[in-house]
T-cell receptor, first 114, second 112 residues
Framework: SAVISQKPSRDICQRGTSLTIQCQVDSQVTMMFWYRQQPGQSLTLIATANQGSEATYESGFVIDKFPISRPNLTFSTLTVSNMSPEDSSIYLC???????????FGSGTRLTVV | TQLLEQSPQFLSIQEGENLTVYCNSSSVFSSLQWYRQEPGEGPVLLVTVVTGGEVKKLKRLTFQFGDARKDSSLHITAAQPGDTGLYLCAGAGGGSNYKLTFGKGTLLTVNP
């Protein structure tokens, strides 16, 4: 299965600022997924990032707030823009090994907005 | 929208006890996956079940996929403190639907 390097692992940010989270995969993948997870809670899909096209966002998430880049088949970034305390959460990237083979997740970025 | 109801949400047991976690839906899934997540880490895949009625065993963990592919269960025998973590079930829609639908998770604590 793929290995994902995600950084930063955690950050404390001032409200109104932006944070960019990076994910590097050790193999080429078509789709990368970005999730948000409230502490102790389940995962909510933010968007799906395809190389060479705009990301597809889920209901409740917009590109202006969560811009995503996918410059090649092994790398993606998610930016959390104009942060407020409500954005404090864990952000995870993920890739699929195929629907019947499970997904691999990065170790997550724990964001605290003060 | 496909929903997965996972229960119980919290479970605190003593070492050596058995437990079962349930994942139910009114929707059919092409596969169902179970993950375990420890603090500060991303979820790690435990198993994928694909065929209705399928049973898979992973040491002390037994996973079952319902005949109608709408529900699944995870049974742990003789739980150990190392089993502590957040257990998540996730359903895959199949075909061009690549998205996973996650249950709310079961936070398991096994006390020594």
């Amino acid at each position: 299965s793929a290995v994902i390097s995600q950084k930063p692992s955690r950050d404390i940010c001032q409200r109104g600022t932006s944070l960019t989270i990076q994910c590097q995969v050790d193999s080429q993948v078509t789709m990368m997924f970005w999730y948000r997870q409230q502490p102790g809670q389940s995962l909510t899909l933010i968007a799906t990032a395809n190389q060479g096209s705009e990301a597809t966002y889920e209901s409740g998430f917009v590109i202006d707030k969560f811009p995503i880049s996918r410059p090649n088949l092994t790398f993606s970034t998610l930016t959390v823009s104009n942060m407020s305390p409500e954005d404090s959460s864990i952000y995870l990237c993920s890739v699929s090994g195929g629907l019947n083979y499970g997904y691999t997740f990065g170790s997550g970025t724990r964001l605290t907005v003060v | 929208t496909q929903l997965l109801e996972q229960s119980p949400q919290f479970l605190s047991i003593q070492e050596g006890e058995n437990l079962t976690v349930y994942c139910n839906s009114s929707s059919v899934f092409s596969s169902l996956q179970w993950y375990r997540q420890e603090p500060g880490e991303g979820p790690v895949l435990l198993v994928t079940v694909v065929t209705g009625g399928e049973v898979k065993k992973l040491k002390r963990l037994t996973f079952q996929f319902g005949d109608a592919r709408k529900d699944s269960s995870l049974h742990i025998t003789a739980a150990q403190p190392g089993d502590t973590g957040l257990y998540l079930c996730a359903g895959a829609g199949g075909g061009s639907n690549y998205k996973l639908t996650f249950g709310k998770g079961t936070l398991l604590t096994v006390n020594p």
